[in-house]
């Protein structure tokens, strides 16, 4: 009995954020979902800013859903005693630190460039993944209904996670789009003796 690491593949639609955004994206959290996530509420009141940083890092590198929708905050703010149903997402540190490789974007706005090969190994890369886990323009399985309508329904979405803790002037369709990458997972592996 022991381990064994392979590289799995990972690819999805989402949001992309570099390091730097993230890092202003953090700062703006910290800000304003106090009314909604009161371990940083607690946190900001406690430590640093560099901790609550600190904080939101670990959680991208856990991958959970552990960041309040930037639509909620908005809502808590006229009615604080309830919860939308949808409150939380994620966001997944794509980066050596969790040993990503091979990642690769290709946004939705056609002045991007249409693919970029990023370098994970070098820089961090932030992703908010979407909702929904099928290709998002395709047909799924036996209900034979899109995932999306639309893209405009996916950055909707994204905007209603990210909006507010992202600048008033932030391009959203340069930074939606789909994106491939390999894991680093470990599992267990027994080897069975006859």
């Given at each position: 009995m022991g381990k064994v690491s392979i590289f799995c593949p990972v690819s999805d639609y989402g949001l992309l954020l570099s390091q730097e955004e993230f890092d202003a994206f953090s700062k703006a959290y910290i800000e304003k979902a106090c009314i909604g996530d009161e371990e940083i509420c607690k946190l900001k009141k406690s430590h640093t800013i560099e901790d609550c940083f600190g904080e939101l890092h670990a959680r991208a590198l856990d991958g959970e859903d552990n960041f309040v929708?930037?639509?909620v905050i908005e809502f808590l703010k006229e009615t604080p005693l309830v919860w939308p149903t949808k409150s939380w997402f994620n966001i997944d540190l794509i980066g050596d630190e969790n040993e990503c490789q091979g990642f690769f974007f290709s946004p939705f706005k056609t002045e991007a460039e249409c693919f970029q090969i990023l370098e994970a190994d070098e820089e961090n890369y932030y992703v908010v993944p979407c909702d929904k886990n099928y290709s998002v323009f395709?047909?799924?399985?036996?209900?034979?209904?899109?995932?999306?309508?639309?893209?405009?329904?996916l950055i909707d979405e994204m905007k209603a996670k990210t909006k507010i803790y992202l600048p008033n002037d932030f391009d959203f369709e340069a930074h939606i789009g789909y994106?491939?990458?390999?894991?680093?997972?470990?599992?267990?592996w027994s080897e069975e003796k006859n």
């Open positions: 929708y930037s639509q395709e047909k799924r399985g036996d209900k034979d209904e899109l995932t999306y309508e639309n893209r405009d329904e994106f491939e990458y390999c894991k680093k997972e470990e599992f267990e």
